[in-house]
């Protein structure tokens, strides 16, 4: 009776152990691909390289959530899941009749809360995939982020809205999109981002390497890794060896703000100065300038600039280029200068009209 009664009891027992090593996911991993009219089978390239990097066990600790529109008016949204060893798409939700619903706050926020409730975890990170021009209202632009025409693009301002609405801080927000390591893109999304990783210049339409950093995007973020491998990847590309590739702590911006507002307190930008100025875009005039150099250029106060530099450190936790990189409208430019995000503070072009509406330029100067 003895006998049985521990049998019993290590049966239990080891049942038990396996309900406590049940591993439950602790973070989700959020695609979101827009309509962008010519890259919808970059995108589709880009889920199959992902795949290809992920294991099943992978899987077992992270949820990934896709949606991709592949046209105007029609969407899905599915989670990848491993099933016996072989990778999935369990269909979450179908749209049809669906026209850039996701480009308003209300819109973009039943995304968040779809993706976020099929996969609740303690931990919420998210890929964007499009077309991209940083700050810029998307009435000034081709766009601002999403496609290419007006009513496809989606202000940073209804990102960070929707975030908020959907009670959401995000682990990181990596856009594989042009242009967006950008200090007024990055400022704007301080409150509901930990880590931007973006581009201060064009990505070739290839995008990310998914294959290479898809293990790095999960559980703990390897930040270092995917700024290697980003680099690695297009200084190895003999067909398109440009890129550059910027991780910025969006939580040490306050304080970087605080240290431009005291240098712009007391010194004037010099436009005669622009046209030497580390340049990322091909746009007339240029819109998009390297941060470092453009405050470098006019701060005449050593102990200002140091502070500057050194809190620039802790913002830019990690950055990479390749010798050149490459613009639609320009071609090669070559980097000489590079602190990994860009500012459009000197720009004279007219799309730019509006910058001292952004978050950035009131934090950075006095008032009236």
Not at 289 to 299: E, Q
Request: proline letters at 3%.
């Amino acid at each position: 009776m003895k006998k049985a009664i521990l049998f019993l009891s290590l049966i239990i027992t080891i049942f038990s152990s396996c309900e406590r090593k049940k591993i439950e996911p602790t973070n989700t991993l959020f695609f979101f691909f827009p309509w962008s009219t010519n890259l919808t089978h970059y995108f589709e390239n880009n889920i199959a390289n992902f795949e290809y990097g992920i294991t099943a066990k992978d899987l077992d600790q992270n949820r990934v959530v896709v949606f991709i529109s592949k046209s105007e008016s029609t969407a899905c949204m599915y989670e990848i899941k491993s099933v016996k060893g072989k990778i999935k798409h369990d269909t979450i939700a179908q749209y049809s009749d669906y026209k850039y619903k996701y480009t308003s706050i209300e819109g973009f926020t039943e995304l968040l809360n779809l993706a976020k409730g099929i996969t609740p975890t303690p931990q919420f990170s998210m890929v964007i995939g499009c077309h991209g021009d940083a700050w810029i209202p998307s009435k000034d632009m081709k766009r601002s982020f999403g496609g290419a025409n007006v009513e496809s693009r989606i202000d940073i301002s209804t990102l960070r809205d929707a975030l908020k609405k959907a009670n959401l801080t995000t682990e990181y927000l990596l856009f594989d999109d042009c242009y967006m390591s950008s200090i007024e893109v990055a400022y704007e999304l301080r409150d509901v981002c930990r880590h931007l990783i973006a581009s201060p210049a064009e990505i070739m339409a290839a995008g990310m390497p998914f294959r290479h950093i898809a293990t790095d995007l999960l559980n703990t973020p390897n930040y270092e890794a995917i700024c290697n491998d980003f680099y690695n990847h297009y200084a190895n590309d003999l067909s398109a060896p440009y890129g550059a590739i910027a991780i910025i702590n969006c939580h040490e911006l306050n304080k970087l703000a605080n240290i431009v507002k005291n240098i712009n307190e007391t010194h004037i930008y010099d436009d005669s100065k622009t046209d030497n100025l580390q340049i990322y875009d091909g746009y007339t005039p240029n819109i998009f300038y390297d941060l470092g150099d453009y405050i470098a250029s006019y701060c005449t106060d050593t102990n200002l600039l140091q502070q500057f530099n050194n809190q620039m450190q802790q913002c830019i936790t990690h950055k990479a280029h390749t010798e050149y990189i490459y613009s639609y409208g320009h071609g090669t430019i070559k980097i000489n200068k590079y602190s990994g995000i860009s500012t459009s503070a000197p720009s004279s072009n007219s799309k730019c009209a509006s910058y001292q509406e952004t978050e950035w330029y009131k934090a950075t100067n006095s008032q009236q």
